[in-house]
């Protein structure tokens, strides 16, 4: 290591640039959650309870340790940050609700070598909720994130 | 071993050495269910095996940070731990935490964000550890000297600490969910473990290879300076798709590039610190993991990472296997040998006897190496498969999983192998050979 630079300049080296980086990031951030829950660039003022209680069920069940949701997840399972226009909820929004629901109720499939996914015996409430939530996340804008509806 | 109170480190290495098998283990089950996809549907589904195995490798190697500040403060300090009856009350708190969490998990009681699953009142435990840890360990630095080893330690711990507090706010607009569960994701393992990892290696190499402190503490200041310039703003290759502006992509590409840098600094620092020493450290086990730990670290943080970084490559790698290729070789080169590395270190003094099972040992650094390598490669394939025909062409999710059948079989056994290095590695370790017990018997070696 060069013999110029001394201990306490190397130190001072990394606390400083360490807290003008750390500025930097923290502005950015900021500006982000601005950008995320202003209704100009984001979809933040469609949240309501339907969508908060959907998001509860998500989370209750762990579904991102199999699924992924936005890209992020468990890769086990599909992507269903858009399942909402897979099913075609751009189109027809009650089939694409139905689909879900119905989909939800009949896990298990037991098919002999196909992924499993446990039935969570969910209340009508329930199933209307997390479809909302679905719905909501489609709306996200993703900057055009996944290339295909097939997440 | 200098100071009495180091041997508090002896609960945590071992505490971390049995959860390591714990992960392992579900690891290889969960690579199972990939082949056999009905084998214990019912019973234990494949989120909750996976979210043992993730949950016991953070434990674990949290753990096994813990026991290294605990052994090597003392030195560094060159005074007695303040509390070693803080120090074990905090083992045992944090080990039944984590095992209740774990158990918990099998009976379905988790929360919902990954790798965050621990429900509220183990989290709230979680953060009662750390400040026990804390005190004890900032305690233990204040009333003796302060190098920057250990100072860059604390930092770090410090930090580890603080940004888990972001694991407290889940709103309910998913946006900022993702926003702020990265600061503790990546901002953990992409920034403040770095520092951790950094001044471990530090203390090894000042160790084992004789040089001087200062050019060694020069190296620890200009890595973890690299690690934080570009770790910080390199948060941003998260936040590409996730409904943050588009800014992030050019800021995440460029910074997350930088990402390798530290990584390869580090491999720079070890292999010259070793070659400068010159000097023959009796533990080659040891040394053997410090340098092994920078290349991994290297190939997989850093090339691995850079692999599918750059947002329009990400565009289509995003949230594919690819991710679970660079996760695991990242995880092991960086944060698991390093582990490894220290306890390797640190064990034959704890127990009071020479290095010793030195050979069994590297043999588990290879097994276990070769296999998470290999698994890397068979899932990198799978994921460029599952980029190009789900991505590109648009192929349904199901059918392209069924077409990447051959590299999850692939995976499972390299993953077995793995399964195998470890239990090696944890035997050695553990379990004393021929030549400890000739060296006990002859005569108490001074230690260093």
């Keep these: 290591m060069n013999e110029r630079l001394s201990i306490s300049a190397a130190r001072n080296i990394f606390y400083g640039g360490t807290i003008f980086f750390a500025v930097i990031f923290i502005g950015l951030v900021i500006d982000s959650v601005y950008y995320a829950t202003d209704p100009e660039t984001s979809n933040a003022e469609e949240i309501n309870e339907q969508v908060a209680l959907g998001k509860e069920v998500w989370e209750r069940h762990s579904c991102i340790n199999c699924h992924s949701l936005l890209g992020e997840g468990a890769y086990f399972a599909p992507e269903l940050g858009n399942v909402w226009v897979r099913r075609g909820g751009a189109e027809d929004p009650e089939g694409a609700a139905d689909y879900i629901k119905e989909w939800m109720k009949s896990q298990p499939t037991g098919i002999e070598g196909r992924r499993q996914m446990p039935n969570f015996d969910l209340s009508e409430e329930e199933l209307d909720a997390l479809v909302e939530f679905f719905k909501w996340t489609n709306g996200i804008d993703t900057q055009g994130w996944p290339p295909n509806d097939e997440g | ?448």
């Excluded at chain 2, 964000?113 to 979680?126: C, G, M, S, T, V």
């Excluded at chain 2, 580890?160 to 969910?177: I, K, Q, R, S, T």
């Excluded at chain 2, 390199?234 to 798709?241: C, D, E, L, P």
């Design chain 2, 1 to 448: 071993m200098k100071y009495q109170t180091q041997q508090v480190a002896l609960y945590y290495f071992v505490g971390a050495l049995v959860l390591f098998l714990s992960q392992v283990t579900f690891g290889a089950l969960a690579g199972a269910v990939y082949v056999w996809p009905n084998l214990l549907a019912e019973t234990l589904p494949f989120n909750i095996i996976r979210m043992i195995h993730t949950n016991s490798l953070i434990v674990w190697l949290l753990m096994g940070f813990m026991g290294a500040a605990y052994y090597l403060v003392p030195e560094e300090a060159e005074t007695e731990i303040y509390s070693s009856f803080l120090a074990k009350l905090q083992f045992w708190l944090f080990l039944g935490g984590g095992a209740a969490a774990i158990v918990g998990y099998i009976f379905g009681v988790h929360g919902g964000r990954e790798f965050l699953e621990q429900p509220l009142w183990i989290k709230i435990a979680i953060v009662g550890v750390m400040l026990i840890f804390l005190f004890n360990l900032s305690m233990t630095i204040l009333k003796g000297r302060k190098t920057a080893v250990s100072v860059v330690l604390i930092i770090g711990l410090w930090m580890v600490a603080l940004l888990f507090l972001f694991a407290f706010y889940n709103p309910v607009n998913l946006v900022l969910d993702k926003v702020f569960w990265w600061f503790v994701v990546h901002l953990w393992v992409e920034g403040v473990w770095e520092l951790i990892m950094a001044s471990i290696l530090a203390f090894l190499m000042i160790k084992m290879t004789g040089v001087d402190r200062e050019i060694v503490e020069k190296w620890l200041y200009l890595i973890v300076s690299l690690a934080l310039f570009t770790g910080l703003l390199g948060t941003g290759h998260h936040y590409y798709w996730i409904g943050t502006p588009g800014y992030w992509q050019w800021i995440g590409s460029v910074f997350s590039t930088l990402e390798v840098a530290p990584f390869f600094a580090m491999v720079m620092f070890t292999f010259y610190m070793v070659w400068k020493g010159g000097r023959k450290h009796p533990n080659h086990a040891a040394i053997l993991w410090a340098l092994g730990c920078s290349v991994f670290a290297f190939f997989g943080a850093g090339v691995w990472g850079f692999l599918h970084t750059l947002a329009n490559v990400n565009y289509y790698s995003h949230g594919t296997q690819v991710t679970a290729a660079h996760g695991h070789l990242a995880f092991y080169g960086a944060y698991v040998m390093v582990n490894l590395a220290i306890i390797t270190y640190a064990l034959p003094k704890l127990l009071g006897r020479e290095p010793y099972n030195q050979t069994l040992n590297m043999w588990g650094f290879w097994i276990c190496s070769s296999g998470v390598a290999f698994m890397t490669f068979t899932l990198t394939f799978a994921g460029v498969i599952q980029s190009h025909v789900q991505r590109y062409l648009g192929e349904a999710y199901m059918d392209v999983q069924d077409q990447m059948m051959f590299f999850y079989q692939l995976r499972l056994g390299s993953g077995l192998v793995v399964v195998i290095g470890a239990f090696i590695i944890v035997y050695s370790l553990l379990v004393p050979g021929k030549e400890a017990q000739r060296v006990n018997s002859t005569a108490q070696q001074p230690a260093e």
